[in-house]
């Protein structure tokens, strides 16, 4: 993930868990129990300080709500390319296996 999205995540995260935190009307140090964290990790979090996955997901959870993640695709080039190369391999493979080369003893 490049800078700019990185930071751009955080933030939405960050701003999700505020809101989230503000919704059920608890503090930091409410959520930091519920959590199981330090009141300092909630209070870096809602700042979007970068933080361990696993940490964030103890917020959510804290809150009652699972972290889902989702992956989308940046461009279709890169699965075609992907997709390409794993044939190329398949093919020098089964070329090799082909020319009674032993590729694996």
């Not at 700019?4 to 009307?25: H, I, P, V, Y």
């Not at 140090?29 to 940490?55: P, Y």
Request: net charge positive; charged share 35%.
């Amino acid at each position: 993930m490049n800078g700019m999205a990185s930071q751009e995540t955080m933030f939405r995260m960050a701003t999700l868990l505020k809101e989230l935190r503000l919704g059920r009307g608890i503090s930091q140090r409410q959520l930091a129990d519920h959590a199981g964290v330090n009141a300092s990790v909630v209070h870096r979090a809602e700042r979007g300080e970068d933080a361990k996955l696993s940490t964030w997901g103890k917020l959510f959870k804290g809150l009652g709500y699972s972290l889902q993640i989702d992956a989308t695709e940046l461009s279709e080039e890169a699965g075609d390319l992907l997709a390409e190369e794993r044939e190329r391999r398949l093919e020098r493979r089964l070329d090799g296996l082909c020319a009674g080369r032993r590729r694996f003893r």
